[in-house]
């Protein structure tokens, strides 16, 4: 390609990774001065079969500057406060991975967590959710917008959504095609590069037409048209950590309120996953099949459904991992193109949204820089193992050994990144988490503790406060949550209210 800026940009494949890609670059780089083409082939169709989120995608949704209550409405979406974990440390046991702080956060130089743990080695109440307002209010099925108000500390309400996947990849068509990107019907066969450089150059369709760019973003899913099948970048292959390699997945009728979390129930040889949404809820087995096979999970998923099944289900098949580049030559890969993690903690669509920020931190100007290429490809390599790591811990620190599935999640051999996390925490009750990773020490301190693990001493700083201080400020915060909690509605209230599909009374089975 030539070394002038970038001028036509060429997204092969839609779904949501496609049109999230279309969505921003048209908000941010424009359709005036430059042209945004999404190819995408109907036959081929998408793996979206129902998504939950995590808070970041506010963010993107702030970047487009789009409604939320029109978002919402049109994508029959609720909100989500957490992910409920039933029978994960062992049967009969459930946690909450709760969005939001924990606590508060002190002006005495160490982490909350830290006095909480004093606290309780003093006597106090172990319950550490008590001190999350969005795990309360989740256990309700209550729903606010309530923001933290300058001088006080009353929380604000951290939150994220789940939505219908078709229906958020048709908002962000409605929203790309409103601002110039031109959607292009067609299923590529080849892929032309530049003799000299390697760079892609156009794609052809089946029918005969050229499309020519300066960049090519990969959005083609699990095959990796471009970035596998044109520039072979590899495959990080993580079974050995992660092993579940299935999906059977299903709607059903909604049958009840809506919950405003994710419930995830750990099962024979995987877990279950449920989406309440406004119009449905979504479910699905993730599975290993070295331990179960698909028929006999899809059975289990279909006998555990709460409502009239809506279609038939699917069987989804991947390989947890990475490709060892996301960004080769002027090609970036974006979602399943560029690896895939099981969706446990809802982060596929957040790693979409995260290479997209980092694209627009080394869009290229005047050529591709490949310091700036390696840098990226690094930064994405970090945010994947890191997120890995996080999930690895869900099945390494358990009490279950009832199944040969978890057997053997007990005897992972760990990533060495995560063994010093947990002994971190063993020691402390913090990871020391990286600022630039995407789970925070609330997200750590709440999966590692709900799955058992105990620390058994905390930050020394914590010692300083008195104990009356100590039991007074816990109070306080524990008040304030209380009070917020009362003025928020119940979650299917606020839905109705301000951002309703379609009337409550009319969804209910």
Known sequence: MSESRIRDIVIVGGGTAGWMAAALLSKIVGTQANTVTLIESEEIGTVGVGEATIPPIRLFNNQLEIDENEFVRETNATFKLGIEFIDWRRLGHTYFHNFGLFGAELRNGAP??????????NGGDPNHLLFSLESEAAQLGKFGRAERQPGRQTPSVNYAFQFDAASYAAYLRRYSERRGVVRQEGRIVSVQQNSETGFIESVETQDGRKFAGDLFID????????????FKAGFDDWSEWLPNNRAAAVPCERVEETTPYTRVTAKQAGWQWRIPLQHRTGNGYVFSEQFISEDHATDRLLEALDGKRLADPKILR????????????NCVALGLAGGFLEPLESTSIHLVQAALTKLFDYFPHGGFDPKLIDRFNREMDFMYESI????????????????????????????????DKLELFRTRGQVLAANNELFSETSWFAVLYGQGLRPVGYHPIADAMSEDDLNLTLARIRSAIKQQLEQLPSHDGF????????????QKA
């Not at 991947?318 to 030559?329: E, P």
């Not at 309703?500 to 009374?505: G, K, L, Y």
Request: with cysteine; charged share 20%; glycine share 6%.
């Open 112 to 121: 909350f967590v830290s006095y909480w743990l004093r606290w309780v080695a």
């Open 219 to 230: 959005c083609s899913g699990f095959r990796g048209l471009l970035i596998e099948g044109t």
């Open 318 to 329: 991947f390989v947890a991992g990475k490709r060892k580049a996301s960004w080769i030559k």
């Open 388 to 419: 890995r790591d996080f999930l690895v811990a869900h099945y390494f620190v358990t009490e279950r050994d009832d199944t040969p599935y978890w057997q053997y999640c007990r005897n992972l051999k760990i990533p060495d990144s995560l063994a």
């Open 495 to 506: 839905i109705a209210q301000c951002c309703a599909a379609q009337p409550v009374a009319m």
